[in-house]
């Protein structure tokens, strides 16, 4: 019984240790470089994604997932991708990617701009916003775990809620099954 | 303390020292309701004081109750029926009298005020003067230019969470709220910076946001009016180029507006006559070229939490940025 206990406390502990959902980073500092001020890529090459590795807390933390979706009304990525359905852009909440999935991928898509279209934010936007963009990106299509989904939408829904949004697969992180017949 | 709490006590961002219409009402209440508790409060103690002095026994022998006679009952009905009838009635001279009060600030409303649109934000205001000819629109922050002695409808809603609008001296609090517009009417009288602030807790920065009610004669206002409707200054000077070259190459460029320029985004204060307000961030710094180097460079550390991210530039870069935005009358 008392081992039962001490289970359950020590559980408990780590539950608590283990959730970023509500960190907040309230002087992100102004120095050292910027992987954001990243070079622009010219219109027809996409170039391969930047090599960043030191993306914090954001996908965890759903004060950084709010701000993400704040920042992508506020610098009107809805102005082509829509709020996820595409339009002059693609669509962000379904599992095609042209330029991969993953964070560093979608963080290099932003800071280098993507041939037809996307233009580069090198320089304009802060490293940590861009983080938190992507980690926004990636909640339209369910790659972030539930509890850290934003809040709701001050547009009119016309799709699911982020935190009701059912995964999507990604090709590129989930292993295709071979079909058969091919070679 | 006390006497700061009299009315007609003079200062800034206070209720005692009303310059308009509006808050004159308000203190007129405050000092109706005031004075009343005030003698209450004064007559009770002397009373109390003096049957205290006038005690007939010491600690030591407690004497035996007074003996009652006809005579005594009766004058003790008379007294505390007549405290009764005093009491009630102070009590509906105060009530009536806030009726008034609001009666009359409700009906303050005139078709032909002057209307200024105001939006809050976490954690700024944002001011616009609407005109039929909409390039004459004039929008600018946290300093609110209002003629004297003409009637005002503050039009006001949030952008975000739920604020509220206070000018202390010129009239009572009125919330905004995101997705419902709200109308005050107030006037000022009295020439002068009077300062304001959100009276709704908004967030961690909410102290830090303050506006401030310039008030100025009516032809001064037109001229200061005319004066915001103009496009920015092209720069003229080889830093002062270079100082908008940085601004439009770095991320001021995605929040800010300066009109004449290619920046034209909504999400932060409108910067096109930056250099015509005497304060930044919400009243939270003097306008100076310190004051806003440092806020470009990191108003995290000045302001936590807020919207404005740090900015890295190299000094050369910040000199001419701050020389350029200083060109911004």
């Not at chain 1, 910027?34 to 994604?49: F, I, K, T, Y």
């Not at chain 1, 233009?119 to 972030?144: C, H, N, T």
């Not at chain 2, 470009?296 to 910040?318: E, F, Y």
């Amino acid at each position: 019984m008392k081992s039962l206990i001490a289970i359950a406390g020590l559980l408990c502990v780590c539950a608590f240790a283990g959730c970023k959902r509500e960190q907040r980073v309230f002087d992100p500092g102004s120095s050292g470089s910027q992987p954001a001020n990243g070079v622009a890529l010219n219109e027809v090459h996409a170039g391969g994604p930047l090599q960043v590795s030191d993306q914090g807390p954001h996908e965890e933390s759903a004060y950084a997932v709010g701000e993400g979706k704040r920042l992508f009304s506020a610098f009107n990525c809805v102005g082509c991708h829509n709020h996820g359905g595409g339009g002059i852009g693609p669509a962000l909440m379904d599992a095609k990617w042209i330029y991969g999935s993953h964070p560093q991928q979608i963080y290099s898509s932003i800071v280098q701009g993507r041939p037809d279209g996307m233009p580069s934010f090198a320089g304009k936007i802060p490293d940590y916003q861009v983080w938190e963009l992507v980690a926004y990106v990636r909640s339209m299509s369910g790659q972030l775990p539930t509890d850290v989904a934003p809040g709701r939408s001050d547009e009119i829904q016309v799709k699911k809620a982020e935190q009701a949004k059912k995964k999507e697969h990604p090709p590129d992180e989930t292993p295709q099954k071979i079909q058969k017949g091919q070679p | 303390m006390i006497i700061a709490a009299v009315p007609g006590f003079p200062g800034n961002q206070t209720s005692l020292n009303p310059v308009g219409p509006g808050a004159g009402r308000i203190e007129g209440e405050f000092a109706l309701i005031f004075w009343i508790t005030a003698i209450v409060y004064c007559l009770v103690l002397i009373a109390l004081i003096v049957y205290v002095a006038r005690r007939r026994h010491s600690m030591s022998d407690i004497p035996e109750p007074m003996p009652t006679t006809p005579q005594s009952d009766r004058w003790a009905k008379v007294a505390v029926s007549g405290a009764m009838v005093v009491t009630v009635l102070l009590l509906f001279t105060m009530m009536i009298g806030s009726f008034v009060t609001g009666h009359a600030l409700g009906n303050m409303n005139r078709q032909t005020a002057y209307t200024i649109d105001v939006y809050a934000h976490q954690w700024w205001w944002e001011v616009q003067y609407p005109n039929d000819e909409p390039y004459k629109t004039v929008v600018t922050a946290n300093e609110i230019h209002v003629p004297l002695g003409v009637q005002l409808r503050i039009h006001g809603t949030s952008r975000d969470v739920i604020h509220s609008f206070w000018a202390p001296n010129v009239q009572g609090k009125r919330d905004l709220m995101p997705g419902y517009d709200t109308d005050v009417m107030m006037q000022i009288d009295q020439p002068g910076r009077w300062r304001g602030q959100c009276a709704e807790y908004c967030g961690e920065q909410h102290a830090h946001m303050s506006f401030y009610m310039v008030a100025e004669p009516n032809h001064q206002f037109q001229q200061w009016l005319e004066q915001q409707a103009q496009s920015s200054i092209a720069p003229s000077t080889p830093q002062t180029v270079h100082g908008q070259q940085v601004f439009l190459s770095h991320a001021c460029v995605m929040c800010h507006t300066i009109r004449g320029t290619p920046a034209g985004s909504r999400v932060g204060p409108d910067l096109t006559h930056l250099a015509s307000r005497a304060t930044i961030a919400a009243g939270l710094l003097p306008n100076t070229i310190g004051n806003l180097g440092g806020w470009i460079l990191n108003a995290q550390a000045l302001k936590p939490g807020c919207s404005m991210p740090p900015n890295q530039m190299t000094g050369s870069d910040l000199q001419d940025l701050l020389a350029y935005l200083g060109t911004l009358k």
